[in-house]
Each structure stands twice: as C-alpha cells, then as structure tokens.
C-alpha cells in the first residue's frame, strides 16, 4: 500500500513539472516572439553628428532617421515624403503634394511649413553645398497650404528629382530641432520622419536606433539597430564569431569591415549568409593634375600608372571576383556612360615606353626614373581601415617598381584622406565614384567643385571646356544635347586620366542566416534596414 502511494505521488509530481516545463516553454516562445532580435552592425567609425543639412555623420545612420520628397528606385523616381508632383512647362517649377498625417519623432507634424524652413536652412548655407548643383539653381521655396509645396528655380534643372532623393542635404528635421532658427551651426535633436529614431550615442562606442512604431509605413518589424564601433579586419570578425555584433555591410567609404576570405568562412559556418548589390560605384586612384611639383601633373605618368593596374588580377586574387574589372570612370549600366571611350589594357612594356618618351629615364643603372633632376617618386594615400586599399596599394607600388616608378604608400584615416582632396594636398589618392542613383551627374559636377575633384581636374590643358560643358548639360532640357555633352565630358577625363578605374564595386552584407527582407537602395550609401525581418 505504502508503495502504491509513493507510485502515485510520484507521478503526480512529474506531471506538474511537466506541466511546468511546458509553461515556461510557451513563455520563453512568447517572448521570443514579443522581443525580436536586435541587430548589431560594425562600424570602423562612429556615425558622429546626426545633423542631416551638414556632412560629417554617417550616411547609413541618417538615412534610416530622415526621408526625403522622393525615393529613387531602379524603376526611377518614386513618391517618399511627397504623395505626387507637377512640373512647369519651362521646367522652373516644381509643385508637391505631401502626404498627410505624417508626423517627426518629436510628435511635431510634418507639412508645407516644415518643408519650407528645411529647404530654406539648407540653402543660407548654400557653400556648403556647392557639390549639389540644385543649391545653386533654387531661387525660393513657398508652402501653397499645408499639404503642398512648390520650389521655384531660376533656370531649368534636369537632375532636380535625383538631388532631392539623395540621403542628405534635402532632408527633413523637426523644426523644434533648429537653433535660433538655423541647422548649419548644430542641431537641438534629430527627430526626422523616418522608419528609425536615434535612442542612445556613445561617442567612439555605439549609437543605438529605435523603432518608430508611428512610422507612416509600417513600423519595422525589427526593433533595435545598434551601430557599434570597432576596428576593421581581426577585431571585427571575433566580434562576429562571439556574436558581439551580427551584420556587416560595405561602409560609405566603399570598404569592408573584413575580407572576402572571413566572409566566406563565417558563410560556411551555416550562421551567416553573404547577400551582394548590382555593380554600384567604380573605385579608382584620383591623380592631382593641379599639382605642378608632381610628377601626376604630366600625362604621361597618369597613363603609365593606369596601364600598371592589372584589374583582372585585383579583381580576382582580392576580391574573389565580386568586384569586376574597371576600364572607364562609370560601368556601362550608368545613364549617358555607354560612349565608346578607347580602353588602355593592363601592359607594363607599354607604360615603361611612355615615361621613356616622356623624358623619364633610367641612368647609371638606377632603378628609379629621374628627369631634370628629379626623381619619378609619387606619394599615393589610401584609407588605412581598408584592407583591400591597402593590399591593392601594394601590389601597385610592386607593379610600378618595374617600370621605374618608386610609389610610397600612406595610410590615413578616411576624414583625412577626405581633407586632402578638397585642398589639394595630394598627389594620388584611393575614391570612388558617388554611385549607380548620383551619376553620372554628381561626380561629373564634382568635377568642377573645390571640396571634390577641382584639384583634380583644374590642371588639364581643356579644365575650362569640361567645366562649361558640366555647367551647360546641367541645364539642358534636350535629351541628345545632353548625351552629346556627356560624351564630351568624359572623352575628356578619360583621355587626360585623372581618375583611374580599378573595379566595379557592389554593397556586399554580411547578415544572420535568419534574416529574410534584405535587399539594396539605389545607393551605395545606406540599407532599408525597414524591410528586414527575423524568421
């Protein structure tokens, strides 16, 4: 008897901690379910000011807290912040149609009003701007009634909709951020529109985004975006071994947190999968043809240095193949870029008899050129956060060795390197083009701007031709005049080779293998982090 109720006993306590065990598993699924992951990006840098009418913060950070008018797509122009739009007959007018109930995180309501002293802020500090043609071309803005907006210019703009769709300066924040009325000396907040609000910033640490759950289209399914500096290369590929931070992706600086190689393995591991854009930007070496004490001011040397660049292999041995061989400034997927433009092969013997025609000869025996005293030594800068700048550097600096070419190589900060280029203080230099929605119009117009490619440029024989062309096929409203004129602008650049092309670069993401939803921008510079999901 006594057994018997021991049996029973027993039994009874195992069916209440099965029960139990039950219990907290459906809890456990719950809140699973209730709180989604979080995902965790690396960043070589901090995403700094937030400030979306100035340019020091982070492109991918801003551009999931601030939208614009319109949205640009591989099917072209979309509505965003504007439900529809109009155009004059001359071209000088541009009306919009806002969406209603369409609100900042600060609760403030978004309307004609805040369009207006947006737009108005961006343009008192117009300089600042003097990359985006349209912040020379906008004469006034004015709110018809509160749902629309017209912008008036003072002379046709064919890329008027491109620059508004851009990820910055055309953006919009609550105007109870503003200071004394104005954006270009700082900000009181961030409170743009967008589908994420920033929660949390710890300088040189992480910056934390929040769902905004009033979001006009849909609140994000995944909750918290964490952006989380750390070193590229080793530090952040242990980083994602022991799940500190679970997605990379291709900074705006068109560099990798790690290379192909640990992508590859941390893909085989089953956790991860590797998710690759379309051919975005051309990554090239700029040349300083203004820089009259540099060898790079003559073309005989940019031309010895372009046919010193073995593309094929760079493109295979660095990265795997997922960047393609570069022979002209834009790949041919860009608009106006398919114009017949002679390709100069990879051919040291070739390169070698240039600098020899050029005056740069090899006497006594000695290894580098010289010509009037003067050795054949360039100074070229890359970003040191790349490791593929870096290995690319080297393996033209070796290349170059054999034509009697001495290359030194810098390694600089990325903001450093950005330095350089608006002052001139360079002779070669590692960029990119601005990418697949900007061009060919925004690098072609940086051409001609002192804060980008002026340097570059101003020191070619026709610098006054290419920028009167830029000026006139920016306003031109005739589609063969503009075709016409682009042809010209870059049979120009390519033939004084200013900007060598390397490869075709893409947006590569290094993401949990659960994510579903990824997918890319019509821009290098940012994801919709919105569309993502955990499954």
């Not at 071209?91 to 009003?113: C, I, M, S, W």
């Not at 289209?217 to 980083?239: F, M």
Request: one cysteine or more; aromatic letters at 8%.
């Amino acid at each position: 008897m006594k057994r018997n109720r021991a049996a029973v006993l027993l039994a009874f306590l195992l069916v209440i901690v099965l029960l139990a065990g039950c219990g907290e598993g459906n809890n456990n699924k719950k809140a699973s379910v209730e709180q989604a992951p979080e995902l965790v990006y690396a960043t070589a840098k901090d995403v700094n000011d937030m400030n979306p009418h100035l340019y020091p913060g982070s492109l991918a950070a801003q551009g999931i807290v601030y939208e614009s008018l319109v949205e640009n797509t591989p099917e072209g122009i979309k509505p965003q912040l504007a439900e529809s739009w109009s155009i004059s007959e001359d071209g000088k007018v541009y009306t919009f149609q806002l969406r209603k109930n369409v609100k900042f995180h600060d609760g403030e309501p978004f309307n004609a009003e805040a369009v207006k002293l947006n737009i108005e802020a961006v343009q008192r500090n117009a300089a600042k701007h003097a990359w985006i043609k349209l912040s020379s071309k906008l004469d006034n803005v004015v709110a018809i009634d509160e749902h629309t907006v017209q912008l008036k210019l003072k002379e046709p703009y064919y890329p008027t909709l491109l620059e508004l769709s851009m990820t910055r300066p055309y953006v919009f924040l609550s105007p109870k951020d503003f200071l004394n009325g104005e954006t270009k000396d700082g900000v009181a907040g961030y409170n743009g529109t967008g589908p994420y609000k920033l929660d949390e910033q710890v300088t040189e640490q992480f910056a934390r985004f929040a769902a905004n759950e009033q979001y006009w289209n849909g609140a994000p399914q995944v909750k918290t975006i964490t952006a989380k500096v750390l070193p590229a290369g080793e530090t952040t590929l242990l980083a994602l071994q022991k799940g500190e931070v679970n997605f990379v992706f291709t900074d705006d600086r068109g560099a990798d947190s790690i290379d192909v190689d640990a992508m590859q393995r941390l893909a085989d591991s089953g956790d991860y999968q590797i998710v690759r854009s379309k051919s975005m930007n051309t990554k090239m070496i700029v040349a300083n043809s203004s820089n009259a004490a540099s060898p790079v001011s003559e073309k005989a040397v940019r031309e010895a240095i372009w046919q010193s660049i073995d593309r094929e292999t760079i493109s295979r041995t660095i990265f795997n193949e997922t960047e393609t061989p570069a022979e002209t400034l834009f790949s041919l997927n860009v608009n106006y870029a398919d114009v017949g433009l002679q390709k100069r092969d990879y051919n040291p013997e070739a390169a070698a008899k240039l600098l020899e025609e050029a005056g740069w000869t090899k006497d006594g025996g000695a290894e580098v050129r010289t010509k009037d005293g003067r050795q054949l030594s360039i100074k070229l800068y890359y970003d040191v956060n790349s490791a593929s700048q870096k290995t690319q550097a080297e393996l033209l600096q070796s290349e170059t060795t054999k034509i009697g070419m001495k290359l030194e190589l810098v390694g600089e900060e990325s903001p450093a390197i950005a330095n350089r280029r608006s002052t001139g203080d360079y002779e070669l230099l590692f960029n990119q083009t601005w990418g697949l929605a900007y061009d060919p119009q925004s690098t072609i117009t940086a051409f001609a701007t002192e804060s980008a490619y002026r340097f570059t440029t101003s020191g070619i024989p026709q610098a006054e031709e290419l920028y009167r062309k830029i000026d006139a096929v920016m306003v031109s409203t005739d589609e063969e005049t503009r075709k016409a004129l682009y042809k010209d602008i870059l049979t120009i650049v390519h033939d004084e080779a200013v900007f060598i092309p390397i490869t075709n670069g893409s947006v590569t993401v290094v993401a949990p293998s659960n994510l579903q939803g990824i997918s890319f921008k019509q821009t290098q510079y940012e994801l919709p982090f919105e569309q993502m999901r955990f499954e």
